[in-house]
């Protein structure tokens, strides 16, 4: 089955700065793949995703990076703000509708004011 | 949007527990995911217009019902202490095609 590594497990940076969290999957024939952001205590929230038919796609601050050849993608953050601090979660999936998702481990994104 | 009832559980191991679920409306499928503390989810079954349409390395003692009012059901039996976790149900509009998946707020089990 899919198995989805994240890096890394932890993330610190200043306010203002860029965050980058990598993601690698290993099933060839996944072709969605999530973002999502959870707060502790609560649930996880889609923040961006992306399908196989695209290389980039970006929202505001919010950018994702897919390279079907190596089998990775990843997630930019720019001017990263306190409110950001949270886990983000990858995952991929063989489903467009994005159902039967494997989650990556989580990167804790801890952003200093 | 997606609901989940209890919010809080405490279970002895052994016993059996039903977690519940109220999808968004008009959403057909539903999936359930286990959270151990400090993991990302992973996927345990779903199910599409009341039938399980997929399942994830769980054992048999996780079942499932999908209604067809919106509600769903997870049942654990004979419950292990590391059933401990946070249960996630998500909801879907179809099996296919471009969708996104919404997340209830979880249950949170404990098995003493």
């Known amino acids: 089955g899919e198995n989805v590594e994240q890096h890394p497990s932890t993330l610190s940076v200043q306010e203002g700065d860029s965050a980058v969290i990598k993601c690698t999957y290993s099933?060839?024939?996944?072709?969605?793949f999530p973002w999502y952001k959870q707060e502790l205590g609560k649930r996880p929230q889609l923040i961006i995703d992306?399908?196989?038919?695209?290389g980039e796609k970006k929202d505001q601050r919010i950018a994702v990076t897919l390279n079907k050849t190596a089998k990775h993608f990843s997630l930019h953050i720019t001017e990263t703000q306190p409110e950001d601090s949270a886990v983000y979660f990858c995952?991929?999936?063989?489903?467009?509708?994005?159902?039967?998702?494997?989650f990556g481990g989580g990167t804790r994104l801890m952003v200093k004011p | 949007g997606v609901t989940q009832s209890p919010t809080h559980l405490i279970k002895t191991r052994g016993q059996q527990v039903t977690l519940r679920c109220s999808s968004q409306?008009?959403?057909?499928?539903v999936s359930w995911y286990q959270q151990a503390l400090g993991q990302g989810p992973q996927f345990i079954f779903q199910?599409?217009?009341?039938?399980?349409?997929g399942r994830g390395n769980f054992p048999p003692r996780f079942s499932g019902l999908q209604f067809p009012n919106d509600s769903s059901e997870l049942n654990v039996n004979a419950l292990e202490l590391d059933d401990s976790a946070l249960y996630l149900c998500?909801?879907?509009?179809?099996?296919?095609?471009?969708?996104?998946?919404?997340f209830g707020p979880g249950t949170r089990l404990t098995v003493l």
């Open positions: 995952a991929a999936s063989r489903d467009n509708a994005g159902n039967m998702l494997t």
């Open positions: 409306s008009g959403h057909n499928t």
């Open positions: 099933d060839s024939a996944s072709n969605y």
């Open positions: 199910y599409y217009r009341e039938e399980e349409n």
């Open positions: 998500a909801s879907a509009l179809g099996k296919g095609g471009p969708d996104t998946q919404y």
């Open positions: 992306i399908r196989s038919n695209v």
